[in-house]
């Protein structure tokens, strides 16, 4: 428990920084729903951004199909987070993550009797979210979740974990990223290697399927991540790579990532692990 605090007391001071650099921008759509925990607020007619408020914007989307609908990631601690989609939606609901990390599989996950995850990402269970009772089921890289009438696709996107997930509705031309690209401010875990397999198969996605953006796992409303985004990832990482760009100490980088990378719009923290 001690551990899973530490954690996210580690990515609240991150975020919290990314947000002041951001300058606190407002969330587009309609206010539906708000407490002291979590607000609303609905995009088109079956979307909603949720917006927590423990983990500086810590980011959840509820998304609808005719028969059904998936919550992808579940903040923080939101209390009666089941209720309080109850309130959005009537359709049965089924929870997915993009990662494992606490501020998107936080104690709210406890209000539902399953999650969905990248089976690659179990080895973070243990230190963070080591109480869920539930049953965990595993997504697969290409499946599609069939919502009737609305589908997303579901591709793995390691790098930030080993086991991160991108969901993206080609219909509406947009997905659901999670940390998978950083909301401007990448924590890289894995390798570089990883990162830039990552982008080259994810920016000829966007591009084949005209996927415009993605909904960030932090959102402050003007940080989408764009294809452009993704291409500036690779061009970077290989400038690191191929010794073009050195990165900075950063004697107190959090979660032993001690070196930071920024150029090209991109920022990036990683250890020397991620050089191999």
Not at 145 to 150: F, Q, S, V
Request: hydrophobic residues 40%; aromatic residues 8%; charged residues 20%.
């Amino acid at each position: 428990m001690k551990k899973t605090l530490l954690v996210a007391a580690i990515f609240t001071f991150l975020t919290v920084a990314l947000h002041a650099q951001m300058g606190g921008a407002q969330i587009e759509g309609t206010e539906v729903f708000k407490n002291e925990n979590v607000t609303f607020h609905q995009i088109d007619d079956h979307t909603w951004i949720g917006t927590g408020r423990m983990m500086s914007n810590e980011s959840l989307y509820l998304v609808e199909g005719n028969e059904k609908a998936v919550l992808i990631d579940a903040g923080t601690k939101i209390p009666d987070l089941d209720k309080i989609i109850s309130t959005l939606t009537k359709k049965p609901v089924i929870l997915v993550a993009t990662h494992v990390h606490p501020d998107h599989t936080g104690s709210s996950i406890d209000y539902f009797p399953e999650l969905f995850i990248n089976p690659a990402d179990t080895i973070n269970i243990p230190q963070m979210m080591p109480n869920y009772n539930g049953q965990i089921r595993f997504l697969n890289d290409r499946e599609i979740i069939d919502l009737g009438g609305r589908q997303l696709e579901v591709i793995f996107t390691p790098g930030h974990t080993p086991g991160s997930v991108t969901f993206i509705d080609k219909a509406a031309g947009y997905g659901f990223s999670g940390d998978s690209f950083g909301s401007g401010n990448l924590l890289l875990t894995t390798n570089f290697s990883t990162l830039i397999a990552t982008c080259e198969k994810t920016s000829v996605i966007m591009e084949k399927n005209s996927i415009m953006y993605f909904y960030p796992g932090h959102y402050f409303g003007m940080n989408k991540e764009t294809r452009q985004r993704v291409v500036d990832m690779i061009t970077l990482s290989r400038d690191v790579l191929s010794g073009k760009v050195k990165g900075e100490e950063n004697p107190n980088g959090m979660i032993g990532l001690n070196l930071v990378v920024s150029d090209y719009g991109v920022r990036i923290n990683y250890n020397a692990k991620a050089l191999r």
